[in-house]
């Protein structure tokens, strides 16, 4: 699965670079595996990252972190749009545990509801879970 995902994160690059007029052969890159992005661009660790701007680009103007955006839905030209964040289940538990999948899709879509409709709560739930989020 996680060679797919950089499969095909490294193909829209290409795809996006060619569209914009820049050289993806010129492009190095690294695997940084769960590192924090950000920390990486503010101490001049790394050039680029592919971020998910409804979070990162929000969290980079809180901390600070200067940043030069391409938005792809500038590029939808030459590049397909799609939503992110992605729900992946194997067609194995699709198939074997309908039920759980049911469940969880519900759970989630009542969650991104609450979140629209709460977000200020939503975040402080959020950064209650997940403390290493706060700013």
């Excluded at 060619?18 to 590192?35: M, P, R, Y």
């Excluded at 680029?48 to 030069?68: D, E, P, R, S, T």
Aim: aromatic content about 10%.
């Amino acid at each position: 699965m996680a060679h797919s995902v950089r499969l095909l994160s490294r193909l829209t690059l290409e795809v996006l670079m060619k569209c914009a007029g820049g050289d993806f052969n010129k492009v190095k890159i690294l695997e940084t595996g769960f590192s924090d992005p950000l920390a990486l661009i503010a101490e001049k660790q790394i050039d680029m990252a592919w971020i998910f701007y409804g979070w990162q680009g929000f969290q980079a103007k809180q901390q600070g972190v200067a940043l030069n955006v391409v938005m792809m839905k500038d590029y939808f030209d030459c590049i397909p749009d799609y939503y992110t964040p992605v729900v992946i289940a194997s067609e194995d538990t699709i198939a074997k545990k309908p039920e759980v999948v049911r469940a969880f899709m519900k759970a989630l879509s009542r969650g991104y509801d609450f979140a629209i409709k709460n977000p200020d709560e939503a975040a402080k739930i959020l950064v209650t879970a997940v403390p290493e989020l706060r700013c």
